[in-house]
């Protein structure tokens, strides 16, 4: 196994000689004895050449700078480290984060005092790698998992509907023109990594003129309520906005295959059974008041 050439306690001598005015005052700051620690720095300067002595005091070198650097950096990983052991951390959609996870927080805190803190992410080596290497603890996805590491358990069902900008509303009002082939005239607000044709399979919307296309739910919802085309969204993301009248649902709806929110974990890990069934409980509660 491979070790540290220089123990840690070496190095918090060398940080302490940087930081103090005096041998004694470095002694003070780690609690030692002033001989024990010049005996000791004597044999750090033998020993690694981080040291070297003017006008009988030791002084840092450019190569004891520079240990002494990565020694700081260190201390401060090792802070940040034991820190986030005490933050819940969820990854999650930026749209459900924002729309269903972060407005109910408050509950969250109330089933689980202990947790001081929690952390929302979009992880950038996908869902199920964050939870293995244990980046994250927890993950709310659309969808149930496909690696076998991962369980998960449903907690939602996820209602995806077909928006309209509002100011199309007078036009699709009527029975008579809210068809679909009328709808399939105007322009159409893509997603970039959903397959609308799986979803809207009793539509053809291939050929429809696309007015703008996005990689994310957040940016198809903003090009909605700015009047660039319709969509076909979860409902969840647009519960607020067709209340306050920031966009229209089409009275006719496709069928569309039932999708399901669920709870992610890292099967086996002990250190989050005891928050699991809280985890669930907020997560079906803040979906339930979504929907």
Known sequence: MNKFLISSDDCLILKAIKDSL????????????P???ARRIRFIADSYGVLTKNNNRWHLNGLGLELVSWVEASIQSQEKILTSRSSLRIASASWLAEEVLIPNVKQIKRRS???????FF?????????????TVDFAVQCNPPERPEIAHRQVAGETW??????????????RR?????NLMKRPFVRHSKINFDLILQNLDVEHVETALV?????????????GLGWSIVPQMLVTKDLREGLCYRFPAQPII?????????KRGRKDIQKNLNHILGWVIDSCAKVC
Request: one cysteine or more; glycine letters at 6%; charged letters at 30%.
């Open 177 to 181: 023109s809210c068809s679909f082939s």
């Open 35 to 37: 001989a024990g620690i």
């Open 214 to 226: 996005a990689d994310n739910l957040v940016a198809v919802r903003s090009a909605i309520r700015s």
């Open 161 to 174: 509907i077909v928006v309209v900008p509002d100011d199309w509303k007078r036009e699709f009002s009527s």
């Open 122 to 134: 979009v992880p950038e080596k996908g869902f199920e790698l964050s939870l293995i290497d244990g």
């Open 257 to 265: 295959p039932d999708r399901k929110i669920c709870l992610w974990w």
């Open 113 to 119: 005092p202990e947790i001081p803190r929690i952390d």
């Open 22 to 33: 005096s041998l004694r005052q470095a002694a003070q700051t780690l609690g030692r004895d």
